[in-house]
């Protein structure tokens, strides 16, 4: 949680980081990737560095490190990111069904769509 991910998305197999899941899950390093562990000690702290140096100053005093506010911050900040991606999204979607239905359209609003169907009945989207 501490670089912005959860364990689902940091674990999948694109990330590359599924070979050292078992240092969580079973407390344990395998000898196979015991070679890689420096590569992947100093890409966690790259991401911490570029996590850090986008904080202000003012959340950088020991205070905040106390209290683990720091922990949720990654997570605070891609969960801004997906909402917005979200948002955008369903924007984009209902101007394709708009566009699908539009012979259709009885009225509309940001959030509604009313058509009459083919047996000229009203059907809110």
């Known amino acids: 949680m501490l670089l912005g991910y959860s364990q689902k998305s940091f674990c999948a197999g694109e990330s590359g980081i599924a070979k050292f899941r078992g240092m969580e899950m079973r407390e344990a390093v395998a000898d196979s990737v015991k070679p890689q562990l420096p590569e992947l000690c100093l890409a966690l702290c790259q991401s ?56 259709s359209i009885v009225s509309s609003s940001r959030n509604r769509i009313e058509v009459k169907n083919g047996a000229d009945r009203k059907v809110d989207i």
């Open 48 to 103: 911490a560095q570029f996590l850090l140096d986008g904080l202000p100053d003012s959340m950088l005093e020991s205070s905040v490190f106390e209290n683990h506010i720091l922990l949720t911050y990654g997570p605070q900040l891609r969960g801004g990111a997906n909402v917005k991606f979200g948002t955008v999204t369903n924007v984009q979607v209902f101007n394709v069904i708009i566009k699908i239905v539009e012979k």
